[in-house]
């Protein structure tokens, strides 16, 4: 009867992590409910944005987003931590053609079709409109076309199927995916990677209590020191989750202040 | 012979009813397959077009939003379902291309192929055909055909603009597989069918023939091997060759008849021949016999001469006596002076001849139902009875029966005489009436011929019937002449019945 009146923890997971592997997101959330002796709810949507807007309307406690959108409501979100991939708290995004491609680089795929992920992920989107805008070139009209998959793991699929010829998808996704669907990821080829940047933070409302916030941050830094949470890691293909500060997203920041600044000089040179 | 110009003329009907009985089974088959082929040919095409021009609508009805907010992975993710859509007929129109308002693809299920962004009339020939049928009146067409693809097309129309089309092609070619799968299946079913029906067909024409080849057969043996002929064995049912048969034993009877009665003319002439030269010879040899028996006669009374002249003329008269009973015998006279035959003679007969009988430890079995004299000649019919019960005492073996009946039936005097002794053989049958045609076995060799002789001059009827254990000779005497059998001259011969 207590249980009963326990309010459930909502958490929203975002394309960062392969949204169909829900049997994996059972087993973590399973192993949550352990830690926090409360429910647990994960909550999917179609895009970044409802995530995002879910968490900052505290309509969810905490979400696994996009480092793009948290620089951008970083004044609404509070940053709880940070996945370890290949023992650091950083990713990157990659530019993948199909394997029988043989352009090498992002500016060869000029006139052609694109796949972005996700107009708030800064793998699938920012990083390479940004790529585009410092080698000079209009992101808006480089491409003949351009379209979004709405996930990472689609982009793989856009460009192994042929839709587009060439697509932008977060590293760490894209190598998670290569070991679940090896015969998928085969089809495609990485031409090219991004500097490094902060991988995608794990965030709460503003308006958490220091006591949820604690657990929950808790919970997850505790993930690599108990087997069945290393087994969930290992599943998932992290080290752990880390505490994070605002810094490790600063060059995402930086990039959307560039993109922000191009498509303002745009604006004033049509006007 | 002419030569046969028709293929199949020359075969016999065993074999050519249940050939074209199979050919029109066959010929059946085929029509029946042909047009099942044809027509689920057609069902097929039906099929593919209804669902197809169904599923264009209701995609162009799912496109519009997509089209509107120029989401290609969602529309993608679409075509993609409805293409490998597991409820579509065996063959169905894929790829799935939608376009947008200037007639560019704006996504297909199968991008490398159709890849999102080119112009639908750039991407081959029969596209650039299919592109050419619209817009000239402004109308829609659901379906085209434009060299080996049909086209299905359905317009994404929102508030009356038109911001694209969702176009499903098929390949002609891909019907092709189909239509044999069908052509397959239908020949499967053709082949089984045939499997039962042509050995039923051809089990029921052979029933057919056998009665006309059998029938055929009977005739092949007309007229050469009448007797060979077994007519139990020809179909006598109520059809036409039923009515054959019938027709043909009704045939052959009365050739067996004919034949009968030919060869009863024939024996009758020769007979006959045989009596006329008796008669001419005896007249012949009488004349001067009887001036040679008054010689010796006249010479005797005369007296003298010596002894031996007296003994060579008694030895010429013995033996010329001789001669004159011997054409006496030959030459049958009936004298109409003759008394009529009664119940007494019949006893006189029976009395002379029953010590033949005991002698052989044989008996007499006798019915006689003969109460008074009858207008028959009595030295003639004792003549004939007599000869014919000697005879069968002669016939019996030892302990035999001879059984004699003589009675008055419908106008005739019917004489029986009947024994279980050896029978006649068949070729002696031929010729038993003649004179001497028995010679060599006992008796004069005159006896059946004289009773011949006499049956004939009373217009009688003379018949004999011989097989093993039984022969019987059977005379009917007309007892007046209004009951005289009414026969030909011809048939005045003795029938001759042998088994």
């Given amino acids: 009867m207590i249980r009963a009146r326990v309010r459930e923890v909502r958490i929203g997971v975002t394309a960062v992590f392969p949204e169909d592997q829900v049997g994996m997101l059972h087993l973590w959330r399973n192993w949550l409910e352990d830690r926090l002796r409360r429910p647990v709810a994960f909550v999917t949507r179609s895009s970044y944005r409802e995530i995002v807007d879910m968490v900052r309307a505290g309509q969810i406690d905490f979400a696994w987003i996009c480092g793009y959108p948290y620089v951008r409501y970083q004044r609404e979100l509070r940053l709880v931590a940070a996945p370890l991939w290949q023992g650091r708290p950083l990713y990157r995004s990659y530019i993948i053609v199909a394997s029988d491609d043989a352009r090498s680089s992002l500016l060869d795929l000029e006139g052609r079709v694109f796949a972005y992920s996700d107009p708030d992920s800064n793998s699938g989107y920012l990083y390479p409109r940004h790529a585009l805008i410092s080698a000079a070139r209009d992101p808006d009209a480089f491409f003949r076309r351009s379209f979004f998959t709405w996930a990472h793991r689609q982009v793989v699929r856009a460009v192994a199927e042929g839709v587009a010829q060439g697509g932008a998808v977060d590293g760490y996704v894209y190598e998670l995916v290569a070991t679940l669907e090896p015969k998928l990821v085969a089809r495609t080829r990485v031409i090219q990677r991004s500097p490094w940047f902060g991988h995608p933070p794990v965030v709460a409302r503003h308006d958490i209590s220091a006591e949820e916030f604690r657990a929950f941050f808790q919970a997850l830094a505790m993930m690599s020191s108990d087997e069945q949470g290393r087994s969930l890691l290992r599943a998932m293909q992290l080290d752990g989750f880390v505490h994070a500060e605002q810094s490790l997203y600063s060059q995402i920041a930086e990039m959307m202040r560039a993109d922000a600044a191009f498509r303002s000089s745009r604006r004033l040179a049509k006007s | 012979m002419k030569p046969n110009l028709r293929p199949l003329g020359g075969l016999s009907l065993r074999y050519k009813i249940p050939l074209r009985v199979t050919a029109l089974v066959v010929l059946v088959a085929v029509a029946v397959t042909v047009a099942i082929v044809a027509r689920q040919a057609q069902q097929t095409r039906e099929d593919l077009d209804a669902y197809s021009v169904s599923l264009a609508r209701a995609l162009a009805n799912t496109m519009r939003s997509y089209l509107r907010h120029d989401d290609v992975w969602r529309a993608y993710e679409i075509v993609v379902a409805a293409a490998a859509d597991a409820g579509a007929p065996s063959v169905s129109a894929t790829p799935v291309i939608v376009t947008d308002a200037e007639g560019r693809v704006f996504v297909s299920s199968r991008p490398r192929e159709f890849p999102v962004g080119a112009r639908l009339a750039d991407l081959g020939p029969d596209f650039a055909a299919f592109a050419g049928t619209r817009g000239s009146d402004g109308a829609e067409r659901t379906v085209a055909a434009a060299g080996d693809r049909l086209f299905y097309a359905a317009p994404v129309v929102v508030d009356g603009v038109r911001i694209g089309e969702v176009v499903l092609i098929a390949s002609t070619a891909a019907l092709w597989p189909r239509y044999m799968e069908i052509v397959r299946q239908a020949t499967i079913v053709t082949v089984l069918t045939l499997l039962i029906l042509l050995p039923a067909s051809w089990f029921w024409a052979r029933r057919t023939a056998v009665p006309l080849i059998a029938l055929a057969g009977a005739m092949s043996k007309v007229p050469a091997k009448l007797d060979d002929i077994g007519t139990e064995a020809l179909p006598d049912t109520g059809d036409e ?126 019915h006689v139902m003969l109460d008074v004299p009858r207008p028959l000649p009595a030295r003639q019919v004792r003549q004939v009875l007599l000869n014919l019960l000697l005879n069968a005492a002669h016939a019996i073996e030892r302990g035999g029966c001879v059984r004699v009946e003589v009675a008055e039936r419908n106008d005739f005097l019917a004489i029986r005489v009947q024994n279980d002794g050896r029978h006649i053989s068949e070729d002696k049958l031929q010729y038993l009436f003649e004179p001497f045609a028995l010679a060599g076995a006992e008796g004069s060799g005159l006896g059946l011929w004289i009773v011949y002789q006499i049956v004939q001059q009373l217009r009688g009827d003379l018949t004999v019937e011989s097989r093993p254990g039984l022969t019987l000779f059977a005379v009917d005497l007309p007892l007046s002449a209004a009951t005289e059998r009414p026969r030909s001259k011809d048939e005045r011969s003795p029938a001759v019945v042998s088994d």
């Fill in chain 2, 241 to 366: 060759i039923g009515h054959l048969t019938r027709a043909f034993r009704d045939m052959l009877q009365e050739l067996k008849r004919k034949r009968e009665l030919e060869e009863r003319v024939i024996a009758s002439e020769r007979l006959a021949a045989i009596g006329r030269l008796a008669a001419g010879m005896a007249h012949e040899i009488n004349n001067p016999l009887g001036g040679m028996l008054n010689a010796i006669s006249t010479y005797r009374r005369h007296g003298g001469g010596d002894d031996l002249a007296l003994r060579t003329l008694a030895l010429l008269e013995r033996g010329l006596t001789q001669i004159r009973g011997l054409v006496g015998a030959l030459l049958v006279e009936t004298r109409d002076s003759d008394r009529p035959i009664g119940p007494e003679d019949i006893g006189d007969v029976l009395l002379l001849v029953a010590p033949e009988i005991e002698r052989k430890g044989g008996h007499l079995v006798r």
